[in-house]
């Protein structure tokens, strides 16, 4: 089929193989959020066949691991939303180190630990960041640096007390 979105919102899906998508490389757009996904087991390869893929919605899955190498391929994924994960700024990283297009970034709503300037070094391109109410406390130094792009910030719901020097250098 020519299916270009698909939107699984609001189900119990809790595992998702290397072949759930064999067939769709057409997908453009991808919402599994609200579904039971950290339950499961979320493989590496899982989203290997949908090369054309422009969004992923991941949001509200109670995922506490994303594997490796999990956006390996998508070089055309330009917006990602991982609302309510659990993620820490290495994992984080590593997640996104394979995503060259990537514009819009929502990680809202979780408890990301250990943000830093190396955590979004890999994504120099992106253009809107969502850090909504993401339990950061405080917004480290120079952590925008790499992002010579970012043109929309979204701290809300963070509970800063203040902005130190260099935070949004």
Do not use: C
């Not at 072949?19 to 290997?48: C, K, M, R, V």
């Not at 990283?93 to 809202?108: E, F, I, W």
């Not at 925008?144 to 910030?153: C, D, N, T, V, Y």
């Amino acid at each position: 089929p020519l299916l270009r979105v698909l939107n699984v919102r609001g189900n119990r899906i809790s595992y998702l193989s290397p072949e759930t998508f064999e067939g769709t490389d057409q997908l453009w757009h991808l919402s599994l959020a609200e579904n039971i996904l950290g339950e499961g087991l979320l493989p590496t390869g899982a989203f290997a066949h949908l090369r054309n893929l422009r969004s992923l919605d991941l949001s509200h899955n109670n995922i506490q691991h994303f594997p490796a190498n999990l956006l390996l391929g998508l070089k055309k994924l330009g917006s990602i939303a991982l609302d309510g994960s659990r993620l820490s700024g290495p994992e984080l990283t590593g997640l996104l180190s394979d995503t060259p297009a990537l514009k819009r970034l929502s990680v809202a709503n979780t408890t990301l630990r250990g943000l830093s300037r190396e955590t979004l070094a890999g994504v120099p391109q992106l253009e809107e960041l969502a850090l909504v109410s993401a339990g950061l406390g405080e917004f480290p130094a120079r952590a925008l640096e790499p992002l010579r792009k970012l043109r929309s910030l979204d701290l809300s719901g963070n509970g800063l007390s203040a902005l130190h020097p260099y935070a949004l250098a």
